[in-house]
């Protein structure tokens, strides 16, 4: 595609119309256009049960909230950091509570993760009644020494002795929030969208391990008294909507189907079958409408052809100068724009300062240096994501340049990066309870592998990692050969395993040399009696052409979903045998297929491949949009093994009669031919002839109703098939003479088109020739220089 720039730079260098930013103040907009508004520190604001406040802690500016509760229910305080890292402390005797009042031990509680992981404390009900129960408790909310931070700050009460008790949670369209349940807990949430002209989307992402369900119904808007006062919560067996599936949901409710034109409001319960922690967040599919975009945390969506979404990325004060922006395409082509002055920036828009990286089947970065960035700071930029041409879905990481921030994985969803030689990147990952699997796929050069569960762990600290002279480990390491998956497996035995609430893991990658690479994170989680098996595994999600490593047990499976936007594209799916006997599984309507549903699967001994043509009925159920390939590999007996999908064009060949073709497949892969016989009572057979130039080709055909009988063609024209009951088949080893008649098999038909297929057993190369006849005589067939033809002749037939 024509671009005026070059990928990833500015459009114009001059003209610059800035966006200067005060903390009381809100960004410079064009008229009509939707803007992101900065908070200011709270000397001493207010938190009411259920709001989300979007606030501001400065360096040496703490916010501070005063906070009123029944203190015989439950209090859960939950800090979202937005951008920067935020410490949260609680106290019912410190009005101002902060981390001198918690060092002194002055009745003051606190959570101070490292790094920008949830805050959150739960205030057991009736502990503060000691000797009499307060009126009000406080807050406090800071960043470290030196340094800012943008938050959101949640506060719900919890009757633990009622099975849906609570306060509730409203949520502001396009702001996430972090959320975390023990098992069999619920949590209840309010979202009143700003239009009914668009669908809705209630996104719910698992950031540690477990099970959360969202159940949702509509209804009028309540206030705020009558909302915290509501009892009538959606349930699983009552809810107007449900996702229920293992691990992260999202539903999309179509606005015909939802609230429609007028005031509405949506009322949702998640539900923890298994401890969780999550985050939720609704929006409207509408284009004005602006996502808030969380430092370091991937953003994951999917689009409509030439949809856009826009997002907006604080820079704060004291922020490392610039932006780094990294898009990952797992279906579809997704094109980044960026502008500190455009709030909707996109192709239409290059007159303004835009930044724009539109490469095609590509990750797409986009590098804004400090010299670029309005001053004086904080400051908003402005993203904006479409889907060029067909559906896309993709992930959205903004954080600092230069590595020093940590970005968030979120398990299960692989996330790209690169590194030059010698230098580093740091990732963090909140573990759930189970066996954690960190991996890391070299796309190029040498990366190593580090984790640690230490706050203070650095990259300099890494050469102790695999050396047991240094005494207990502190951390794990991966360091293989070029080119090698490196792997870091922590379970309940190790020295260094945690679980949620006791620690976060500092993963770190190194540059052996200048490397770009794909990072996943796996939790294995326990089992639950009361739910299959299968159904509690995490699905992890492939990038088409990228290989993952895996391992499975004897009799139990691991699952995959790739996203396909691709319609007109057959797929491969390929399983390489490390060790063991893994087997292959696929379908693309059930979520796990496994060897009692899926639709398609392959179990020989070794390698297994699966070749899905775009032709099939079968092929993406859903016509539109992104459809997902799910895929399900089972361990005969232990196995390792590495996955990969890729998908290739693909067209449905004629055949001339009697003019040769020449082909070539990989192992398993289809090559559809279609021939027309229009001789009607003069043609009654049809001789195919393939020669093997090297491999084992084999060959399929099913006839396909006269053109005239159009449901007749919809209803038998199947596409032919391995071990297929009707048409005929010629599976000898080499090459093949096939002569598809009325007696030789069935479904013969003299003025029809006939349905080729040409499979490699093993990769093949391969000349087919298909050619009419009667009794006596066939049509004439073309030779080609120095290849030969294979044919059998009767007595007295030419």
């Known amino acids: 595609r024509w671009c005026p720039c070059p990928m990833g730079t500015r459009r114009s260098p001059s003209g610059w119309a800035l966006a200067l930013l005060g903390l009381a103040g809100s960004d410079a907009q064009r008229p009509g256009q939707p ?30 909230y005063t906070l009123q509760f029944n203190t015989s229910r439950e209090l859960h305080v939950s800090l979202t950091p937005m951008s920067g890292d935020v410490d949260l402390f609680f106290s019912a005797v410190v009005p101002r509570p902060n981390a001198a009042s918690y060092a002194a031990g002055n009745s003051t509680m606190a959570s101070a993760h490292e790094g920008y992981s949830e805050e959150g404390l739960v205030i057991a009900a009736g ?70 002209e668009s669908d809705v989307v209630i996104r719910l992402t698992v950031t540690t391990s477990g099970d959360p369900d969202v159940f949702v119904s509509s209804g009028p808007p309540l206030g705020p008294e009558a909302l ?18 293992f691990g992260s949901d999202q539903l999309v409710i179509p606005q015909a189907k ?16 298994a401890a969780t922690g999550y985050q939720i967040e609704a929006l409207q599919r509408a284009a004005r409408q602006t996502v808030t975009l969380r430092a370091s945390v991937p953003y994951h969506s999917t689009l409509e052809a030439d949809e856009f979404v826009f997002f907006a ?35 239409g828009s290059l007159g303004s300062d835009v930044w724009m990286s539109n490469s095609a089947g590509e990750d797409d970065r986009i590098r804004i240096d400090g010299e670029a960035v309005p001053k004086p700071l904080p400051a908003t930029l402005y993203i904006g994501v479409t889907a060029y041409g067909e559906p896309a879905e993709f992930t959205l990481v903004a954080s600092a340049p230069g590595g020093g921030t940590p970005t968030v994985l979120v398990p299960g969803q692989p996330q790209r990066g690169s590194v030059l030689g010698g230098d580093h990147a740091w990732f963090t990952f909140t573990p759930g309870a189970g066996v954690v699997t960190f991996t890391l796929t070299p ?23 695999a050396d047991p002279l240094f005494g207990a480990p502190t951390c794990a390491a991966s360091i293989l050969s070029p080119g090698a998956v490196d792997v870091v497996t922590i379970g309940p035995g190790s020295p260094i395993y945690c679980t949620q609430g006791q620690c976060v893991y500092k993963v770190l990658v190194v540059g052996a040399s200048s490397a770009s690479f794909t990072l996943t994170a796996q939790v294995e989680a326990e089992a639950l009696t ?115 999908v890729t998908q290739d064009d693909e067209a449905r060949l004629s055949l001339v009669n009697g003019l040769p073709q020449r082909g070539v497949l990989e192992d398993q892969q289809w090559q559809y031919y279609s021939f027309d016989v229009q001789g009607g009572a003069d043609v009654d057979e049809i001789h195919i002839s393939i020669t093997a130039e090297y491999g084992d080709p084999d060959v399929f055909v099913r006839a396909c109703p006269a053109a005239g009988d159009r449901q007749a063609r919809r209803d038998g024209c199947a596409l032919p098939f391995r071990g297929d009951p009707e048409g005929w088949s010629g599976t000898r080893a080499g090459a093949e003479e096939l002569r598809v008649s009325a007696t030789t098999g069935s479904g013969w038909c003299g003025n029809c088109s006939y349905t080729i ?42």
């Open 258 to 273: 939802g609230c429609g034109a007028g005031p509405c409001a949506y009322y949702i319960t998640v539900l923890a079958y």
């Open 127 to 196: 502990s503060l009644c000691k000797p009499q129960c307060p009126s009000s408790v406080y807050l406090g909310v800071s960043a470290p020494p030196g340094h800012s931070a943008l938050y959101v700050l949640t506060a719900t009460e919890v009757d633990v002795y009622a099975e849906s008790g609570g306060s509730i949670t409203s949520l502001t369209a396009g702001q996430p929030l972090d959320g975390s349940l023990r098992e069999g807990a619920q949590a209840h949430y309010a979202f009143v969208p700003p239009d009914g």
């Open 530 to 644: 009361d739910k299959p098996a299968t159904s509690q595994v995490l699905v992890t999600t492939l990038i088409t052409g990228t290989p993952t490593i895996g391992s499975v047990d004897t009799g139990a499976y691991a699952f995959y979903r790739v996203p396909i936007s691709r319609l007109n594209a057959s797929i491969t799916v390929s399983l390489t045998r490390l060790s063991g006997d893994p087997d292959l599984y696929a379908s693309f309507l059930t979520p796990r297929p496994t060897a009692a549903d899926a639709n398609f699967s392959s179990v020989e001994m070794g390698d297994d491949r699966l070749f899905i043509s775009h032709f099939l009925p079968s092929f993406c159920e859903r016509r539109s949009g992104i459809c997902e390939l799910r895929i399900g590999v089972s361990g005969y007996r232990n196995s390792t093994f590495t996955l990969t």
């Open 757 to 798: 297929g040409v499979v490699g057993f093993t990769r093949s190369a391969y000349t087919i020739t298909a050619t009419t006849g009667s009794a006596t005589s066939r049509s004439t067939v073309t030779l080609i220089e120095g290849v030969p033809t294979r044919a059998t002749v009767a007595e007295d037939e030419y």
């Open 228 to 245: 915290q006062r509501k009892s009538d919560w959606p349930t699983p067996d009552g809810a107007t909507w449900a996702a229920d599936s």
């Open 313 to 347: 990325f604080p820079l704060l004060p004291d922020a490392p100068p610039g932006a780094l922006l990294t898009l990952t395409s797992f279906a579809g082509d997704a094109d980044l724009y960026a502008s500190f002055n455009d709030t909707r920036p996109g192709a």
């Open 443 to 465: 796309q190029g050069g040498d990366p190593d592998l580090f984790v640690s569960p230490l706050p203070g762990f650095q990259a300099e600290d890494r050469w102790m990692c």
């Open 35 to 64: 803007g992101f508004s900065w908070p200011v520190a709270n000397s001493s604001g207010v938190l009411l049960l259920g709001a989300s406040d979007l606030g501001f802690a400065g360096p040496g500016q703490p916010s501070f």
